[in-house]
Structure formats: structure tokens, C-alpha cells
């Protein structure tokens, strides 16, 4: 099941929350950096850790003070005009995000708006990107309940109109 909805991505109560992170696995602005104040500082302990995600891939930590069990850590691609590979790098990143989500046995997963902030990648064509990635791999890898967590009523439009196509 794919769903979106408008909510704080930091409060949901679900097997993995990701996080649209940035190389360095750093604490940084937007969802990254609320996902970061809401976990607390052992989320930094154990990116760091991590050693760095290269981009389109993800990398997975405990929650912390989170509901969420596990923070999955999804480095989107930067906007460059969509002629340098952005949307395989982008779809990699949902792609990955279910790997780790599955290998840490849950079944619930929440997604922001990967790569649509600092990133610039265009929301229309991240939705469609997001959408149609996850459609594809629940149909071929079983079911699992998928959230998008929209930080706005105009971000939660435009996946309603993909999920609704």
C-alpha cells in the first residue's frame, strides 16, 4: 500500500523513517535536520560512523529518540537539468531505502520529498520518479506500507495526483 499524507515526518510512528541525507551523512537543513534535533545527537554518533553514503544509495541507524525504529539515510542527487542521470539516482535511493528497510525485517516505511529542497530537483518529476519507483518494486518484491510524508498541502497535492494516475 502507497499513501501520502501531510505530517511531520519526525512523529510518525512507523518501522523506518527516511531521511533525505546529504554524502557526509551530516546533520544538515530541512527534513535532515529536523529528523537529526528530533533523534538527538546519538543519530550523529552513528552516521558518522557510517563512514558516508555516496548518492542514489542509503545507509540505516536505530531511531533513537524516535518513534520510528530505524532512520533510513537516502543521499538524492543534486538538480543539474536532469541530463546527468538524476532520476536512476533518485529512484536508487527509494530502491535502497526498501533494501534496508527489508533487511531490518520491518514492513512500514515513511518518505519525505527526497532531493526536492536545497537539491533543487523540480517536485513534479520527483513525485513521479518516487511513485512510480515504489510501485514497481512492491509489485515485484511484495507488500509493504508505504507512507509519503508531505511537509505541505501543496507537496500532498501533487502525490495525490500521482497515486490517483
Same mark, same amino acid.
Given at each position: 500500500?502507497?499513501?501520502?499524507?501531510?505530517?511531520?515526518? #519526525? *512523529? $510518525?510512528?512507523?518501522?523506518? =523513517?527516511?531521511?533525505?541525507?546529504?554524502?557526509?551523512?551530516?546533520?544538515?537543513?530541512?527534513?535532515? !535536520?529536523?529528523?537529526? &534535533?528530533?533523534?538527538?545527537?546519538? $543519530?550523529?554518533?552513528?552516521?558518522? @560512523? $557510517?563512514?558516508?553514503?555516496? #548518492?542514489?544509495?542509503? *545507509? =540505516?541507524?536505530?531511531?533513537?529518540?524516535?518513534? /520510528?525504529?530505524?532512520?533510513?539515510? &537516502?543521499?538524492?542527487?543534486?538538480?543539474? !537539468?536532469? @541530463?546527468? !542521470?538524476?532520476?536512476?539516482? $533518485?529512484?536508487?535511493?527509494? *530502491?535502497?531505502?526498501?533494501? *534496508?528497510?527489508r533487511e531490518a525485517g520491518g514492513r512500514?516505511? /515513511?518518505?519525505?520529498?527526497?532531493?526536492? !529542497? =536545497?537539491?533543487?530537483y523540480p517536485r513534479e518529476?520527483? #513525485? @513521479?520518479?518516487?511513485?512510480? #519507483?515504489?510501485?514497481?518494486?512492491? /509489485?515485484?518484491?511484495?507488500?509493504?506500507?508505504?507512507?509519503?510524508?508531505?511537509?505541505?498541502?501543496?507537496?500532498?497535492?501533487?502525490?495525490?495526483?500521482?497515486?490517483?494516475?
Amino acid at each position: 500500500m502507497i499513501r501520502a499524507i501531510q505530517a511531520d515526518i #519526525t *512523529r $510518525l510512528d512507523v518501522d523506518a =523513517i527516511v531521511n533525505a541525507a546529504n554524502a557526509a551523512l551530516a546533520p544538515g537543513g530541512g527534513v535532515c !535536520g529536523a529528523i537529526h &534535533a528530533a533523534a538527538g545527537p546519538e $543519530l550523529a554518533a552513528a552516521c558518522a @560512523r $557510517l563512514g558516508g553514503c555516496p #548518492t542514489g544509495e542509503a *545507509r =540505516i541507524t536505530p531511531g533513537f529518540r524516535l518513534k /520510528a525504529r530505524h532512520v533510513i539515510h &537516502a543521499v538524492g542527487p543534486v538538480w543539474h !537539468g536532469g @541530463r546527468q !542521470g538524476e532520476a536512476e539516482q $533518485l529512484a536508487g535511493c527509494y *530502491r535502497a531505502s526498501l533494501s *534496508r528497510l527489508r533487511e531490518a525485517g520491518g514492513r512500514s516505511i /515513511a518518505f519525505p520529498a527526497i532531493s526536492t !529542497g =536545497i537539491y533543487g530537483y523540480p517536485r513534479e518529476e520527483a #513525485t @513521479r520518479v518516487a511513485v512510480a #519507483t515504489l510501485r514497481e518494486e512492491l /509489485a515485484a518484491e511484495g507488500d509493504l506500507d508505504v507512507t509519503f510524508a508531505c511537509f505541505d498541502a501543496a507537496m500532498l497535492a501533487l502525490y495525490q495526483k500521482e497515486l490517483d494516475a
